[in-house]
């Protein structure tokens, strides 16, 4: 029930949804990311691209073998990585599920970075092609985003601030935006869930594994 590129997941079946795993690349090494903590695996799965992203036509055959066997409502851009890091990727696998699959949900999970990664908005595009975003803020302090975070140097300076502006944009576009916010010790997430309200979004917790 999986497609899969050499040994790891590209397309896997969760909840109502596909999720997808195009990019291990991420600006950031998340204290409480899973794929760390997991060592790249989930379930059954392993999600070790080790590399070797996926093209667009073997994301769409992976995406194909699990709709045959699972019935689905939403695709999501999520994996073991950043999935912005392939913007043009996103673009084009959503225009082909938007024409075989009108009614599915497109769906974006982020740590809301991919502004500095193309150096410009980059959120008119991804609302010609989603309908939701979920942006990983998990506290409302710049100073432990960081420490959360550990952004890579390039987005240390700017990170926390560009994410929320990311989520303004998304808001502001007619994306269906959540932030969303891990439960760890010491991050205060009432204070996250005051700061998605005043940007207009949704939000919603997750527990840490
Ligand atoms: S961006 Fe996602 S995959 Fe990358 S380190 Fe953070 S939680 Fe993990």
Redesign the pocket.
């Known amino acids: 029930m999986i497609a899969r590129r050499d040994d790891a997941a590209i397309a896997y079946p969760f909840k109502n949804g596909i999720y997808l795993n195009i990019t291990n690349r991420?600006?950031?090494?998340?204290r409480?990311?899973?794929?760390?903590l997991l060592k790249w695996r989930f379930e059954q799965w392993n999600f070790r691209l080790a590399g070797a992203e996926p093209s667009v036509s073997q994301i769409l055959a992976a995406i194909c073998a699990v709709a045959r066997r699972k019935r689905f409502s939403e695709i999501v851009f999520c994996?073991?990585?950043?999935s912005t890091y392939r913007l043009p990727e996103i673009l084009e696998i959503s225009r082909e599920i938007r024409a075989l699959r009108p009614r599915a949900r497109l769906r974006l999970n982020t740590?809301g970075l991919g502004n500095l990664i193309w150096d410009r908005n980059i959120v008119p595009e991804l609302r010609s092609a989603l309908d939701a975003v979920a942006v990983?803020i998990n506290t409302a302090d710049p100073d432990q985003w960081v420490r959360i975070?550990a952004p890579l140097a390039h987005f240390r300076r700017k990170g926390f601030e560009s994410a929320i502006e990311f989520v303004r944009h998304c808001v502001a576009s007619g994306l269906d935006t959540t932030v969303t916010a891990v439960r760890l010790p010491g991050a205060d997430v009432a204070a996250v869930r005051r700061l998605a309200a005043s940007l207009g979004a949704k939000f919603r917790p997750r527990p840490a594994l």
């Open positions: 991420c600006p950031t090494a998340c409480f990311c899973i794929k760390r994996g073991y990585g950043e740590v990983s975070h």
